[in-house]
């Protein structure tokens, strides 16, 4: 299975399995790129351009890999991976979940839903959908 085919699976996935779905993108952050994105509404392309840079900015901005350096030194923990896993950003009308790949690291799954969503409910469904992804690579 190619990684085209993976990628619109799973964001497929995320749009029938998550509640008060929104949208989800997958961004590759070795490229800086947004590999594909759902929605089901219009979205101004502008914002959509972003999304990859502020994903990259959430995982791997210089304050937060400060921030993973002093953790691992305080818990002496090895030097390798990474700290931030899953980051939940609540806006005016939505909430944002950010999963990065534990198979590949430079793979964060983006899933954005209205501010009703049981977030219990999201992280259960994401989890498991970017799971199925994971193991599809």
């Not at 590999?35 to 351009?49: K, N, S, W, Y």
């Not at 901005?61 to 953790?71: D, K, N, Q, S």
């Not at 969503?117 to 469904?125: K, S």
Request: with cysteine; glycine share 4%; aromatic share 6%.
């Amino acid at each position: 299975m190619n990684l085209t085919h993976i990628v619109n699976t799973a964001l497929k996935s995320f749009r029938q399995d998550v509640p008060d779905y929104v949208a989800s993108g997958i961004v590759d952050l070795s490229t800086g790129m947004l590999l594909a994105i759902d929605t089901v509404d219009h979205h101004p392309r502008e914002i959509l351009d972003v999304v990859a840079a502020a994903t990259a900015d959430l995982f791997q901005g210089r304050t937060i890999v400060h921030i993973e350096e002093l953790w691992k030194q305080h818990r002496g923990t090895p030097d390798t991976g990474h700290y931030f896993n899953e980051i939940l950003v609540n806006s005016e009308n939505l909430v944002h979940l950010f999963l990065r790949s534990r198979t590949n690291p430079d793979i964060v799954a983006v899933v954005i839903c209205t501010r009703q969503v049981n977030v219990g409910m999201l992280f259960a469904q994401a989890r498991r959908v970017f799971k199925e992804l994971e193991n599809a690579r």
